[in-house]
């Protein structure tokens, strides 16, 4: 079975850029979360979905920061403009909920210059 | 707050010896799940161990097992025989509503040969 993916792997863009940041969830997978994880801060949930619709997104950091989830097989963040300080790697997770764990992609790093 | 505290940092094994990470949380809930996550250089998550707390038994994934004191809110990890591939970044987590996962600042294990 093909695992959470997430793209780019890696991305490194100008500050002010916009950035997009995709996931495809494990199909069959009703909730899919959006992490961030830095050393300073760990490792954080962003926002959350429940069959496409956002459930919490108290942990978005600021407007510059949205996600979308158009359908179950595809969800993206974007951050616009970005900033140095967003350069974080972005982890994408899914799970089948009831308890189940939550299945990571590989993640985004990504650097603001 | 709800919180998930691993009060070491880092710690370091020698190949075929058995190490401890420990892990203490927050909860006012009688029901929940907890889980430890490796993260190895590749940056991957990957599940461990998960435990119900209503399940008293300790959970076991062959050299992995936990060591769960409920009313401690203690939920520490044991590697048997440790090998070079446990070096990582692990991290404790806890089940909050929502099927959100809380984590604990991590514990790097270094293996030695």
């Known amino acids: 079975d093909a695992g959470v993916i997430q793209s780019p792997r890696h991305e490194v863009t100008e500050m002010g850029q916009e950035v997009t940041l995709r996931c495809k969830p494990i199909s069959g997978h009703d909730y899919l979360f959006w992490y961030r994880q830095t050393m300073m801060r760990g490792l954080e949930l962003l926002i959350y979905f429940n069959n496409n619709v956002p459930i919490d997104d108290s942990g978005m950091p600021e407007d510059r920061f949205s996600a979308k989830m158009p359908n179950a097989s595809f969800s993206t963040l974007k951050i616009q403009p970005s900033e140095p300080r967003d350069s974080a790697v972005y982890f994408c997770a899914s799970s089948g909920g009831g308890h189940q764990p939550q299945h990571f992609g590989d993640g985004t790093r990504l650097s603001i210059l | 707050a709800q919180t998930v505290t691993q009060s070491q940092p880092e710690m370091s094994v020698q190949e075929a010896e058995t190490v401890t990470l420990s892990c203490t949380y927050d909860?006012?809930?009688?029901?929940?799940?907890l889980f430890w996550y490796k993260q190895p250089p590749s940056r991957q998550m990957i599940l461990v161990i998960r435990q119900e707390a209503y399940k008293q038994q300790n959970a076991t994934e062959n050299r992995f097992s936990v060591n769960f004191q409920k009313a401690a809110k203690s939920f520490s990890l044991k590697i048997s025989d440790s090998q070079l591939g446990d070096t990582a970044m692990y991290f404790c987590?806890?089940?909050?509503?929502?099927?959100?996962?809380?984590f604990g600042e991590g514990t790097q294990l270094t293996v030695n040969p």
């Open positions: 987590a806890r089940e909050t509503s929502g099927s959100r996962l809380t």
């Open positions: 909860t006012s809930e009688s029901n929940y799940y």
